[in-house]
């Protein structure tokens, strides 16, 4: 991953803020493949001197944005191969997550937290375009802007801190979410809520019975 960063960062080197715009798309553009661009604003940063780390936050957190946003319509045209039996599930999850999505999308993007766990499922049950850009690219912004800063107040420092490590735990976390996702009867899981509320779901859980919200082989069959 070295030379990735390398890259990302001569990138930005060579094309200032534009640059810093280009690679922070890049690094948000391709789905369960986590791209170490923030360490390239980092370098950035910390190594040109004059740069305006707010500036450089704001167009890397923009192009953030834009990069995710080609990862919700992939999920968006992923939808249009789910079974029936899938699409259930998906509109049950649409209607528990509420207006909770925006939410959702604004702390996974604010975080180093694998954003791509919620910004598929998001695109998969069409979540609206407007609400999830505005809230993936302003958390993309504080993040940006919280390492530009970082970059500019320790210079040249820069530990390694295991990307091989976040990379792959991302994509394992990923592949549970994902199977967790699919496994769990949705339907089920809204109209307990409905009936018995937040509270009485969370005692259900807290019972140890959360095992009547997984899917069976019988109903995951039925189309």
């Given amino acids: ?7 990302l960062y ?4 060579k094309y200032g803020y534009l640059g810093a715009f280009i690679v922070s798309i890049l690094g948000n553009l ?14 950035f940063t910390a190594n040109v001197p004059g740069v305006d780390p707010l500036i450089v936050g704001l167009v890397s957190g923009l192009g953030g944005g834009i990069g995710k946003l080609i990862v919700f319509f992939t999920g968006w045209g992923v939808s249009s191969f789910l079974s029936e039996e899938q699409e259930k599930q998906m509109d049950a999850f649409k209607k528990l997550l509420g207006d909770y999505g925006a939410l959702a999308a604004f702390l996974f993007a604010a975080t180093p937290s694998p954003d791509d766990i919620i910004i598929i499922p998001l695109g998969l049950i ?7 850009f505005t809230a993936i690219t302003a958390g993309k912004i504080v993040i940006s802007i919280a390492t530009s800063y970082f970059g500019v107040f320790f210079g040249g420092v820069f530990s390694e801190w295991g990307i091989l490590s ?3 735990a991302s994509i394992l976390f990923l592949a549970v979410f994902t199977w967790v996702l699919f496994k769990i009867d949705w339907v089920k899981v809204m109209l307990t809520i409905n009936e018995k509320g937040w509270r009485g779901f969370v005692k259900i859980i807290w019972r140890g019975e959360w095992n009547i919200f997984i899917r069976s082989k019988k109903s995951r069959s039925l189309k």
């Fill in 30 to 43: 391709l789905p369960f493949m986590p791209i170490p661009y923030l360490a390239a604003i980092f370098l």
């Fill in 10 to 13: 001569d990138l930005a080197l």
């Fill in 166 to 168: 976040s990379i792959t």
């Fill in 1 to 7: 991953m070295e030379w990735l960063v390398d890259w």
């Fill in 126 to 132: 069409k979540y609206s375009t407007w609400k999830f």
